[in-house]
């Protein structure tokens, strides 16, 4: 079975650090350029950053640039979002995906791209 488990996800103050880990099974994970993605309540799933299949390309939204990176282990097949300096406005749930297209070099911001999802952790930033 296919599935991304992401855990991580907790309550913090303003100014806080997390990490936030996604772990994949049941496919070749070192061949998958991946993403991750939040949601906050009322407002549509937005794309905050990926790591392409060597690792070679990243690429982030411009509120998370400078404070969040995304790094992966493909012996442990887990990516990871490091969140540092915490902002109330990052509150949302995140979730990690897949590209749908083997070995892409370059990350796509665009949330169609990905067909393989996690179920979400919620990342809560307190003021």
């Known amino acids: 079975q296919v599935q991304l488990v992401e855990s991580g996800g907790r309550l913090v103050q303003a100014g806080g650090s997390l990490r936030l880990s996604c772990t994949a099974s049941?496919?070749?994970?070192?061949?998958?350029?991946m993403g991750w993605f939040r949601q906050a309540p009322g407002k549509e799933r937005e794309f905050v950053g990926g790591?392409?299949?060597?690792?070679?390309?990243?690429n982030y939204v411009g509120s998370v640039k400078g404070r969040f990176t995304i790094s992966r282990d493909n012996a442990k097949n887990t990516v990871y979002l490091q969140m540092n300096r915490l902002k109330p406005e990052d509150t949302a749930v995140y979730y990690c995906?897949?590209?749908?297209?083997?070995?892409?070099?370059?990350?796509?911001?665009?949330?169609?791209?990905?067909?393989?999802w996690g179920q979400g952790t919620q990342v809560t930033v307190s003021s």
């Open positions: 995906a897949a590209d749908t297209y083997l070995y892409r070099s370059m990350v796509v911001a665009d949330l169609t791209t990905y067909n393989l």
């Open positions: 049941g496919l070749i994970f070192s061949k998958y350029t």
């Open positions: 790591i392409s299949w060597s690792a070679g390309d990243t």
